[in-house]
């Protein structure tokens, strides 16, 4: 009689192992092994890719190229995050915090896309019919064309699927549905795991579009194992305070385009709706104060002026705070040192606050610049005009070095009626925003 063979799995990110475990060594979580039966251990073994001998290695120079069609969700933010607009036959995860507006957005696209004769079917395991139907009305999204199906099994899912022919579906969410042929619980791994593999065969090969939300963890990641992320075609966050006005949708990958560009969307009345003159939204030229200065970064293809705002003050205990909100606490650290060696100015007895506003997180150096000068300003509690942007990376020598897409970067600029710009390298097309260029840190103190 053969050896039955134990296998735990970690509920918080999929690793299996043939022993129990109290700590995961992946995730580092604590207690999250359970033993797998029989039946779930032969699943598991199911969605692992098999290999086939009947397979064989074409030449690339011999595949034809494959066309990506698309349709229009009807929201401009959501066809710019996605490439272009929605694929047929795609598998779409989109996160974000709870209340931030996922649902709302998805609710509304499927009943723009269902008001142009497309069957849309919104799948709820969350909410009943009765509550998406009042959030729909608040969203002006009911027509014939959108069915709800309040269901959390997989296989109910499925019989609808054979009734009516759809062409874009909405999960709501991921760690709600469960099927009945694996005994654990909604929102394990294994379920999770069958489940999207379920979904993404139903969208490969019926050509519809699907759509699935899915749960974050405190972290900000998405719950779930991580072969979650792996086997979507696409992955978008939802960033921002559910408290704010403004949400800003962040594609992570995309298998269909770019993925780099972002959506910024306004949070109304009726919903969550593509923001006009996103431009204007980031900083407010009307008040000049100390601690503010403007820069232009690039999120993808959109240069978008932000205002950085810094706070020094004194500290009064030994050890000085350095607190950044939407920047990278070890660059602002680094920024600091170089401005007390290279242009000398004491703030080891200061505590320094950054803040980007608009809830706008940047993952670029072109702000170096000017974070420096709004700590500058801030502790010669001296205002810097709102008609002067800076751009610039600054190196640990004190160079400051030159930024990608600076003519974009000051046509954006001067969209916006700036006048003047600090920058590491005079741009090449003409412009009319007066340059001054600033290749090291101390000529900072020169401008001042």
């Not at 290695?57 to 996605?82: C, G, M, P, W, Y």
């Not at 990958?253 to 709706?273: A, C, H, Q, W, Y």
């Not at 150096?365 to 700590?375: F, K």
Request: glycine share 8%; charged share 25%; net charge neutral.
């Amino acid at each position: 009689m053969a050896k039955k063979k134990n296998l735990f799995e970690c509920q918080h990110c999929g690793l299996t192992t043939p022993k129990w475990m109290g700590k995961c060594t992946n995730c580092g979580a604590w207690d999250s092994f359970i033993e797998l039966s029989e039946h779930q251990q032969e699943v598991i073994k199911q969605t692992k890719f098999n290999t086939s001998s009947s397979a064989k290695a074409v030449s690339i120079n011999d595949i034809k190229e494959e066309e990506v069609f698309r349709f229009s969700s009807k929201d401009s933010e959501l066809d710019t995050v996605l490439g272009g607009g929605i694929v047929p036959g795609s598998l779409t995860l989109i996160g974000g915090s709870p209340g931030v507006g996922k649902s709302t957005l998805l609710l509304k696209v499927g009943g723009e896309i269902a008001s142009g004769g497309k069957n849309v079917l919104y799948v709820t395991g969350e909410e009943s019919s009765g509550q998406i139907k009042l959030r729909a009305n608040r969203l002006k999204a009911n027509h014939d064309a959108l069915y709800l199906l309040s269901e959390i099994r997989l296989e109910q899912v499925l019989v609808e699927l054979e009734h009516r022919k759809y062409d874009f579906i909405i999960i709501d969410s991921i760690q709600t549905m469960y099927s009945q042929n694996i005994t654990s619980a909604p929102g394990s791994v294994t379920q999770v795991r069958q489940i999207t593999f379920e979904l993404m065969r139903i969208a490969k090969e019926r050509g519809i579009a699907i759509f699935i939300i899915g749960h974050i963890t405190k972290e900000g990641s998405i719950a779930g194992p991580r072969v979650l992320e792996h086997m979507v075609d696409t992955v978008l966050y939802f960033e921002g305070d559910s408290s704010q006005e403004l949400r800003i949708l962040r594609g992570f990958k995309n298998r269909f385009g770019p993925t780099s560009e972002i959506g910024v969307f306004e949070m109304r009345n009726d919903g969550l709706v593509s923001a006009t003159d996103v431009a204007s939204r980031f900083f407010n030229r009307n008040s000049q104060q100390a601690g503010s200065a403007l820069t232009v970064v690039m999120e993808g293809s959109r240069p978008i002026i932000l205002e950085v705002q810094a706070l020094v003050s004194e500290s009064h205990t030994p050890n000085s705070k350095r607190q950044a909100t939407g920047f990278d606490n070890n660059r602002l650290n680094m920024l600091l040192a170089l401005l007390e060696r290279k242009l000398e100015i004491p703030l080891s007895g200061y505590d320094v606050f950054i803040n980007i506003t608009g809830g706008i997180k940047i993952t670029e150096t072109s702000a170096d610049l000017a974070i420096l000068a709004a700590i500058i300003s801030s502790f010669r509690d001296r205002a810097i005009s709102k008609e002067t942007v800076f751009i610039g990376e600054v190196s640990l020598v004190g160079d400051v070095r030159e930024v990608y897409g600076m003519d974009v970067r000051l046509k954006e600029a001067k969209m916006q009626k700036i006048t003047k710009a600090l920058v590491s390298k005079k741009p090449l097309e003409k412009t009319t925003i007066k340059t001054f260029i600033v290749d090291e840190v101390t000529k900072l103190l020169e401008w001042y």
